[in-house]
């Protein structure tokens, strides 16, 4: 079978993996909006949210035998339920099935490409290509989850003043939810929502914020709760506990952003001396891959001098971010 052929038939196999996916994505809403959806009326969504659709009873969005399959097969595993928080925490509306044919889909791209683009060495560099595609969609989720979580930890702050204001305003805890569920930006405005519906669905406040702190695995937001669930069991002002919370974190925040700028040079450092080996290796190996392929030849001697020196890099990257990162 010629080069030619095997690409097609590659690309026909991703194209068809790629289509599967998005088409059962767009083809259903998440498990926890559907069940939400037969419990609360319209009226009640378009107060809370902007992304509910009306759903017609006559045309349901079904998943296809394939994914509700895939899905029973690695609901049975233990790393399932891991990725189902880890996609929660991302705010990523794909299933676990999705999920897995993502990292299949990277894999085979990333694999082909290094096989029949970078040209020298071409089943190491297939096999390397291989791993770093497995890690793609993990990287990418873990950015996303990285991302959302600062921002809700930013808009902390001014989530606690509409709670505090609507608290004083006469409004009950959950009022005030509804209310911060309307005006608060995005990702606090959802993650809010989700714990006013939860309690509408008859789930204790106490368990739906539960549910929110492990959806968004913040310091602030477990003292937050804390304090609330202390409140409901023992009675105070939660107006003014919350207030003097709000205080502390802002000043916490600030803190942290002033140390963030004075560990800015040693953070660059560290990204720069253990990017630098890696990126003279790679150019070297475009200018000469006569010279640098003698380490991936001599299997004996030159694989493990890679494995050691990209484990001396590691080792380094990680003591010197140990070392800027100081908590408060």
Known sequence: MTPIVIIIIAVVIIAVLAITVLSIRQQRGTEFEERLGRYTDLSDKLALTDDF???????????????????????????AEGWRVQLARADLKLTVSEYFALHIISMIGMGLFAFFVLWPFQFVNALFAVAVGFFLPRFYVARKQGKRLKEFERQLPDLLS???????????ALQSLEAIAR?????????????????QLGIPLEEALE????????????????????????????????????????????????????????RITGWLISGLPIALGLFLWIINP??????????????????????????????VQRIVDIEV
Not at 56 to 77: C, P, V
Not at 219 to 225: E, G, H, M, V, Y
């Open 53 to 79: 659709e009306e759903e017609d009873d006559g045309k349901k969005k079904k998943e296809s035998a394939l994914s509700t399959s895939l899905n029973q097969a690695l609901e049975k595993r233990r790393f």
């Open 162 to 172: 509409l709670w505090v204001n609507s608290l004083r305003a006469g409004y009950s």
């Open 183 to 199: 005006e608060a930006p995005p990702p606090t405005n959802s993650e809010i929502r989700r714990v006013v519906q939860e309690v």
């Open 211 to 266: 549910h929110m702190l492990v959806r968004m695995p913040s310091d602030d937001l477990d003292l937050i709760i804390t304090a609330v669930n202390i409140q409901r069991e023992v009675g105070g002002n939660l107006a003014e506990i919350l207030e003097v919370i709000g205080h502390t974190i802002r000043e916490r925040i600030k803190i942290k952003g002033e140390i963030q700028v004075l560990t800015a040079q040693g």
């Open 290 to 319: 006569k010279y640098m392929g003698r380490l991936v030849e001599n299997r004996g001697c030159g694989w493990p001098l890679l494995a050691l020196g990209l484990g001396m890099i590691g080792i380094g990257m990680t003591v």
